[in-house]
T-cell receptor, first 112, second 114 residues
């Protein structure tokens, strides 16, 4: 069974601060996705990383895939209250079914 | 509809009862997934349909759980003899066959078994 460990589990910061959340596994993934989930809603895809060492930027969010494709990080610069939510990483082990394994998530609260 | 639609949004039932949860995927999406999300956890894979057939049902926890997608569109997740441990949010997701695997999730059906 492939597991994804996310850390920290909870994070509460002030508006304007920077933060990094981590997603680690002992398994290799063909791709890794980051989702954001708000209360009462389903997860929404933020980014997919495919190549080891890949870095993708989405406005103030920077995503990195580890060289060995076992881990990933999400860095948020100058966090805003609208960034509040549950951040989930999900790994795809390959194959055509795109069956994703999710981590438990990092619950981020950005206080104004 | 524009997105994945799930009904009911909330279901409260008693232990031992039968429950059906419905998912209407995005039009044209051939792949459909059911996930279960317990409090404080990430979504856990249950079953994957490609068209009408269950291509992977390895995540169904036991034989009380069953899902169908008879016409390759709407899917129903069926839970027999519900137990308190079945309480969770049941998420449905769909995707096309031609993208890099992005799943589009519904808002989920929250099941509470008393």
């Amino acid at each position: 069974t492939q597991l994804l460990e996310q850390s920290p589990q909870f994070l509460s910061i002030q508006e304007g601060e920077n933060l990094t959340v981590y997603c680690n596994s002992s398994s290799v993934f063909s791709s890794l996705q980051w989702y954001r989930q708000e209360p009462g809603e389903g997860p929404v895809l933020l980014v997919t990383v495919v190549t080891g060492g890949e870095v993708k930027k989405l406005k103030r969010l920077t995503f990195q895939f580890g060289d060995a494709r076992k881990d990933s990080s999400l860095h948020i610069t100058a966090a805003q209250p609208g960034d509040t939510g549950l951040y989930l990483c999900a790994g795809d082990s390959g194959g055509s079914n795109y069956k994703l394994t999710f981590g438990k998530g990092t619950l981020l609260t950005v206080n104004p | 509809g524009a997105g994945v639609s799930q009904t009911p949004s909330n279901k409260v039932t008693e232990k031992g009862k039968y429950v059906e949860l419905r998912c209407d995927p995005i039009s044209g999406h051939t792949a459909l997934y059911w996930y279960r999300q317990s409090l404080g956890q990430g979504p856990e894979f249950l079953i994957y349909f490609q068209g009408t057939g269950a291509a992977d049902d390895s995540g169904l926890p036991n034989d009380r759980f069953f899902a169908v997608r008879p016409e390759g569109s709407v899917s129903t997740l069926k839970i027999q003899r519900t137990e308190r441990g079945d309480s969770a949010v049941y998420l449905c997701a769909s995707r096309t066959s031609y993208n890099t695997g992005e799943l589009f999730f519904g808002e989920g059906s929250r099941l509470t078994v008393l």
